[in-house]
């Protein structure tokens, strides 16, 4: 059993879970989808409220997909998702990263998005996702990396955003720029060199729908999610400063030709 305590930095405030809810297989896992077959046995590591998990068990049915997550929480907000999208070949429980609860080579497709950047060692991680892949199957990985991301106009506060994000996962013993590490991490856990596909993907917000969406959800997670607690826990910023994140945000929102996107990191590798 593993000992680790790992901590989330995002939390599960009901900003994160907006964000969460919205990603689909198709915005958030389109590098896997050529490597699907229906009837194939898929875990989804890390599935959060389940949205992406339910839309790959619809694409894999009559297959089976289980999703695991660290919070009991979110994965009471999973179960009632797959219940009212009639998912029934879709399970969900709590489980480790590190601890698998299952036997070796019991999938076909071992998935996980945004996860390693949140891990003390995502290279143990990989090695038990790819422990419970069957020989032949497929471990996918996508993260995002907060260097690589870019906008417009040039915001000194989101400067001072993206600066305490790295210094708040830095306290936690995690990696905000965990997709460009996603390629060595899969190497140093023993996938055949043969058998990675390293590539990259984006989100992009540039619509005026999407920026005030994410601008929004950004603000509220300054001032009001686990980031913003863990800051002020590590006393990286105070009250006054989050405001100001927030305040940042919204001023990023509103410009009309405002445009940021998210850059990242994505592999698959045959176990």
């Not at 339910?54 to 695991?68: C, F, S």
């Not at 029934?88 to 990263?97: G, K, Q």
């Amino acid at each position: 059993m593993s000992t680790r305590s790992d901590v989330y930095v995002h939390g599960h405030h009901e900003s994160v879970l907006r964000s969460h809810r919205w990603r689909t297989a198709a915005n958030s896992a389109a590098y896997l989808l050529p490597a699907l077959e229906p009837g194939q046995r898929l875990l989804d590591v890390g599935c959060g409220p389940g949205t992406v998990t339910i839309d790959l068990a619809q694409r894999l049915a009559p297959g089976e997909v289980v999703g695991i997550d660290a919070s009991a929480a979110v994965v009471d907000v999973a179960r009632k998702a797959a219940a009212e999208a009639g998912a029934l070949n879709v399970t969900f429980d709590v489980a480790d990263a590190y601890a698998l609860p299952f036997e070796d080579d019991a999938f076909d497709v071992v998935h996980a998005h945004q996860v390693l950047q949140h891990l003390t060692d995502p290279v143990a991680a990989l090695r038990e996702m790819r422990r419970v892949a069957r020989p032949g199957g497929v471990v996918a990985v996508r993260d995002a990396d907060y260097s690589g991301m870019t906008w417009y106009p040039d915001s000194a506060g989101l400067d001072e955003w993206t600066q305490l994000y790295h210094e708040v996962t830095e306290a936690n013993g995690t990696d905000a720029d965990a997709g460009r590490r996603l390629l060595s991490w899969v190497r140093e856990a023993g996938f055949d060199p043969a058998g990675i596909a390293p590539s990259a993907g984006v989100w992009c917000y540039a619509t005026p729908e999407d920026r005030t969406w994410w601008s929004d959800l950004w603000a509220d997670r300054c001032v009001a999610s686990s980031f913003a607690a863990q800051a002020l826990a590590h006393g990286l910023a105070d009250e006054v400063g989050l405001e100001q994140l927030a305040d940042a945000w919204h001023d990023w929102g509103r410009q009309p030709d405002g445009w940021f996107t998210v850059l990242h990191g994505e592999v698959l590798a045959r176990a």
